[in-house]
T-cell receptor, first 112, second 117 residues
């Protein structure tokens, strides 16, 4: 069964900490995405990657960075976590040229 | 400007009845795709149905159909014969065809559907 795996389901971090959210897919997909989901706002794109070592800013990249050193792994980094980054984070992947997106189960991050 | 708009924060439907969830979109790209996803309380995003901008017929997948009105830029989801398990958050999303935006999905705000027995 094809999968997108997010390393943590729930995470609690302190303000100012550096936070890593990991996403791994086993489908050899070229494209990977990080979204955050907030009530009333839907899912908003933070960053995406077309291929290894390539990254593009999404709609709300401020306060985040990403890393994609290997095709299967796409990491979201909060350089200095703040309380307004408390949210649900969803990772997705997609094979280039197709319309099928596969989502992970999400990481609910709380910054205190 | 909002590219995907879902104007119904919450909807209620009686079991076995049909329900329509509204979605309007805004794009100047002639090539685009429209998606509906279901998100139960467990959090995973479940793909329901897809409509391409050049598709001549409305998409259907089992109890789900997409009422695609291109001139009105609307892509409403119709769920027939609602079941209790249909209670969830529903998202409409769009992928635009060309340029650097290609491949990324833009989502609406979501509609919470509650099915009553």
């Amino acid at each position: 069964d094809v999968k997108v795996t997010q390393s943590s389901r729930y995470l609690v971090k302190r303000t100012g900490e550096k936070v890593f959210l990991e996403c791994v897919q086993d489908m050899d997909h070229e494209n990977m995405f990080w979204y955050r989901q907030d009530p009333g706002l839907g899912l908003r794109l933070i960053y995406f990657s077309y291929d290894v070592k390539m990254k593009e800013k999404g709609d709300i990249p401020e306060g985040y960075s990403v890393s994609r050193e290997k095709k299967e792994r796409f990491s979201l980094i909060l350089e200095s976590a703040s309380t307004n980054q408390t949210s649900m984070y969803l990772c997705a992947s997609r094979r280039g040229g197709t319309y099928g997106y596969t989502f992970g189960s999400g990481t609910r991050l709380t910054v205190v | 400007a909002q590219k995907i708009t879902q104007t119904q924060p919450g909807m209620f439907v009686q079991e076995k009845e049909a329900v329509t969830l509204d979605c309007t979109y805004d794009t100047s790209d002639p090539s685009y795709g429209l998606f509906w996803y279901k998100q139960p309380s467990s959090g995973e995003m479940i793909f329901l149905i897809y409509q391409g901008s050049y598709d001549q017929q409305n998409a259907t997948e089992g109890r789900y159909s997409l009422n695609f009105q291109k001139a009105r830029k609307s892509a409403n989801l119709v769920i027939s014969a609602s079941q209790l398990g249909d209670s969830a958050m529903y998202f409409c999303a769009m992928r635009e065809g060309f340029g650097t935006s290609y491949g990324k999905l833009t989502f609406g705000q979501g509609t919470i559907l509650t099915v009553h027995p």
